[in-house]
């Protein structure tokens, strides 16, 4: 497939598309604004859907998606319409980074020190394995940015 790029002035990031099975959910957030979500939608020819939220950097801090028809999110975007369709793990308040995951096959990367998210997403069905992503997390980096996935 070719690569494309969005045209000024849309913006579109990474960061803010959740892929699934027959659709994506992207955010409209800092770095992704409706021209860029309508251009990916154009190019790609699939059904985007859009939680907007311009005060957030990405999406997917918030929320990604496991498999199997779940989603992990934090409590804020729990009750958002477009996941309503969604089986969701809400993770604790205090837990909030560990909406940020990594879903290979059935196995979720997640970052350590938030044993509540985990045993959570363990009880769905998942196996997972958690990671020391403490350097990036001072920055504001998650095992989304870090990850490139085809």
Known sequence: MPVKRAEPPATIEGGDVIHLPDRLIS????????LGVAQMRDWLNVPV????????VHLKSYITYLGRGIM????????????????????????????????????????????RAVEM????GFDVITLD????TK???????????F
């Open 121 to 124: 997403v363990r009880e769905a």
């Open 27 to 34: 955010g409209l957030t800092e770095r992704t604004n409706a």
């Open 49 to 56: 859907e859009t939680i907007e939220d311009p005060c957030i």
């Open 72 to 115: 992990i999110t934090t409590r804020k975007y729990a009750d958002h319409p477009v996941l309503k369709p969604f089986e969701r793990l809400i993770v604790p308040d205090e837990e909030w980074y560990a909406a940020n995951t990594l879903s290979i096959g059935d196995v979720i990367l997640m970052p350590e020190g938030y044993p």
């Open 139 to 149: 920055c504001e980096g998650a095992l989304t940015c870090l990850s490139i996935i």
């Open 133 to 136: 992503v403490s350097e990036f």
